[in-house]
Nanobody
């Protein structure tokens, strides 16, 4: 079992930036992704994904504002978030190896930790207007 631990969340004003990090205990994933849940009880949704060959996909809400990247030597996944809006306020989760595969993952809503081989505890992002 791979342990995933997110960091980098916090509170920023609208228009600001944050960079989330996800440290993995080991890295051999075919696909890693960021998933978020905007309010407790609301469905979790894909934000961005990156597969083993570096192909990235983004949810429409993240396109042109967020950038997902991976540093395999550091066993870390990142999410650079720019131009944040209050709608980006959410708990952000790092996840690896989805059962459904990487393609299209960023566009999926209703995701659950059981959809992935590994799932982190999350980091909170709060954007104020």
């Amino acid at each position: 079992q791979v342990q995933l631990v997110e960091s980098g969340g916090g509170s920023v004003q609208a228009g600001g930036s944050l960079k989330l990090s996800c440290a993995a205990s080991s890295y051999s994933s075919d696909c890693m992704a960021w998933v978020r849940r905007q309010v407790p009880g609301k469905e979790r949704e894909g934000v961005a994904s990156i597969n083993a060959d570096g192909t990235t996909t983004y949810a429409h809400a993240a396109l042109d504002r967020f950038t997902i990247s991976v540093d395999k030597a550091e066993k870390s996944l990142y999410l650079q978030m720019n131009g944040l809006t209050p709608e980006d306020t959410a708990m952000y989760y790092c996840a690896a190896d989805p059962v459904m595969g990487c393609r299209g993952l960023a566009h999926v809503k209703g995701l659950h930790p059981s959809d992935f081989a590994n799932w982190g505890p999350g980091t909170q992002v709060t954007v104020s207007s």
